[in-house]
């Protein structure tokens, strides 16, 4: 999972949103921009376009089953750092990022050795 977490920091430095849409976001994340009218490459680049040298710190990590829940520290150039809680499922024994951002409903705690 936090490789997934890696995964997404470094695309989005790149403005990768293929990586993003395709091998990052959760499919039901990319389903509901859709259902929404905003294609997933279309909604990144209005939403991260403008991010210059964007990095995340991962906090805090809890596991339950098949979801977890990341608390990330968030910050680019030219922008005020923020504390976020960023949500993943398990998909196809990948994780992926259903839920960009936002203050989760619990904070995570401390993460097990190796995830």
Known sequence: MRATLTRYERASARQDYA???DK??????VARLSR???P??????????????PKLQVLKIK?????????VRSSAANQPTATDT????QDGGDWRISALAGSGPQSPQPTRPGD
């Open 19 to 21: 990586q993003l849409c």
């Open 24 to 29: 990052v976001l959760a499919r039901s994340l």
């Open 36 to 38: 929404v009218g905003l």
């Open 40 to 53: 997933c490459q279309q909604a990144l680049r209005m939403g991260l376009g403008s991010l210059q040298a």
């Open 63 to 71: 596991v339950t089953g098949p979801r977890a829940l990341a608390l």
């Open 86 to 89: 960023i949500e993943l499922f």
